[in-house]
């Protein structure tokens, strides 16, 4: 079964990673990052934001796994988008996660700038050209802030980070990356534990033995969108892991597809509280 996406550059993604989400600096951060890639994670996600990065750092090099074969994503901070400072913070990044690249490096969060999105990108592109970087994306972006960014680009994002869930499966969205060769990614998959109430989906747990999470996690993958679940908690890491061992039917697929009421829990990318409008220079 399929355990990676093919990125619009050739590079392979793990589509089921580990996220660090509210994971704080320390030890349960490091202690999370380094059982996953005990048991078989190739994916971390972190941020700047997170605050994190340090920790998953620590865990890479402790793991004993080589580094070519760890997927390792982090984001540029909100307020730090710019051309300048997307670069500097990058830098920064690799300095406390102890890498000499990231294998993916996001736009955290849209500016309501198209300007500026369009000015960070540049140094984007360098940064991936630099070899920095081994592929580039955003995160938080809708399609109204992907038709201001694309016509302005040399190399296309190769990855979009959303917010996605039964009840949040961004159909359009989805089908407009998928037009534009650009992956998906899912974030807050479990919906904030919305899911493991719904009854809809105990009952396909029960049917096909294997927990909420799994089911949800399958029927991400099943629709070929990357799924990094967040835990610090050893045994749901362990857990969260098995969803190769599984399909899902057609029409539990769509069982699922039709929890889908709009209900978004995290921050609306186009009122996002966190970037400043000002304008930045496109060069130093």
């Known amino acids: 079964m399929e355990k990676y996406i093919t990125l619009a550059n050739g590079v392979k993604m793990p589509i089921l990673g580990l996220g ?26 972190t941020a700047m934001g997170y605050g994190n990065e340090e920790s998953v750092g620590k865990a890479i090099k402790d793991s004993g796994v080589k580094r070519e074969d760890i997927f390792v994503t982090t984001k540029l901070y909100p307020s730090k988008i710019g051309y300048k400072s997307a670069k500097v913070n990058l830098e920064e990044s690799l300095k406390r996660l102890g890498l000499d690249y990231v294998d993916l490096y996001l736009i955290h969060w849209p500016s309501a700038n198209d300007k500026v999105n369009i000015h960070t990108w540049q140094a984007f ?74 009854e809809t989906l105990k009952k396909l747990a029960v049917k096909y033995n294997k927990p909420v999470a799994n089911i949800v996690t399958r029927w991400g993958i099943e629709r070929n969108i990357v799924m990094i679940p967040k835990s610090v908690t050893l045994d749901r890491i362990v857990s969260n892991f098995d969803v190769f061992s599984f399909s899902l039917t057609k029409e539990d697929i769509q069982i699922i597809d039709k929890l889908n009421c709009g209900k978004r829990l995290y921050t609306d990318p186009n009122n996002c509280p966190f970037c400043p409008m000002e304008e930045y220079e496109i060069c130093d």
Do not use: W
């Open 20 to 45: 660090t989400f509210k994971a704080s600096e320390g030890k349960s951060c490091y202690e999370a990052c380094l059982e996953a890639l005990k048991i078989g994670y190739r994916h971390i996600d």
């Open 125 to 198: 592109e360098e940064l991936y050209d630099a070899g920095l970087t081994r592929a580039i994306g955003v995160s938080n972006f809708n399609i109204n802030h992907l038709d201001h960014l694309l016509p302005n680009v040399r190399i296309k994002p190769m990855i979009d980070q959303v917010e996605l869930h039964p009840y949040l499966p961004q159909f359009p969205l989805a089908k407009y990356l998928d037009d534009k060769g650009i992956c998906l990614e899912s974030y807050g998959p479990f919906a904030k534990g919305m899911v493991f109430e719904d």
